[in-house]
């Protein structure tokens, strides 16, 4: 710089603060799972994520976008059980592994009870509607993977010929969003893992058909 151009420099103005984009997003999962999508105002929101309604349309695009974000987030974050769940070598074990992956995320020490696809859902009025319809496409996701899961147990012989894998899979992913329900409430872990193991005392297992026994039942470890 030549020294006699020093006096007509200015230092930028309102320059935009940089942050994280990915502790923003975190941020903002927060708030809708605490809140639910309706409740999550913008300025909770942009509060939270430590940036202002200009940055975060710039970044994550209107508060839908920012929802569909925090949900692809919440899926490959907290909610990965489910993922996890569907390589367990049993159809019971996939269940089990659902429940109470469903369990420890529900009820996790200093974050929001529940789920975020149930707390999501208490969007009822219009605005809400394509927050709804991404919750609802994501549910249907994970319901149909779970039925072609319990269908090739099926045809493993893990279960039954007369088991019905839509059925399973719709009822247990109908526990699973009933024990959020219930973590919501203030439900101890204990008392949630009792539901599981009455949910699952009559799961249908597949008869030796030599010897008429079931299988040994395999345990999961609970932390």
């Not at 696809?117 to 319901?143: D, F, I, Y």
């Amino acid at each position: 710089m030549v020294e006699g151009m020093r006096g007509t420099q200015h230092p930028a103005i309102g320059r935009p603060r940089a942050f994280d984009p990915d502790e923003a997003l975190d941020r903002a999962l927060q708030v809708f799972w605490r809140q639910g999508y309706e409740g999550a105002s913008l300025s909770d929101l942009t509060e939270a994520m430590g940036i202002s309604r200009t940055s975060m349309y710039a970044a994550f695009g209107n508060k839908e976008d920012l929802f569909r974000k925090a949900l692809e987030r919440y899926a490959s974050g907290p909610a990965s059980y489910t993922e996890k769940a569907l390589e367990q070598p049993t159809a019971r074990a996939v269940a089990q592994h659902l429940l109470e992956g469903a369990i420890l995320t529900t009820t996790a020490r200093g974050g929001p009870a529940g789920c975020l696809s149930v707390q999501g859902a208490l969007a009822t009025g219009a605005p809400g509607q394509g927050a709804r319809e991404a919750l609802v496409m994501w549910r249907r996701k994970g319901e149909n993977a779970l039925r072609e899961r319990f269908a090739r147990a099926r045809a493993e012989g893990d279960l039954p010929l007369d088991a019905d894998p839509a059925t399973l899979a719709r009822y247990v992913v109908t526990l699973v969003y009933g024990i959020a329900v219930q973590a919501a409430t203030g439900t101890p872990r204990e008392a949630l893992r009792q539901i599981i193991d009455t949910a699952l005392h009559g799961w249908p297992t597949h008869r030796h058909p030599k010897t008429g026994k079931e299988p040994r039942a395999r345990t999961t470890t609970r932390r």
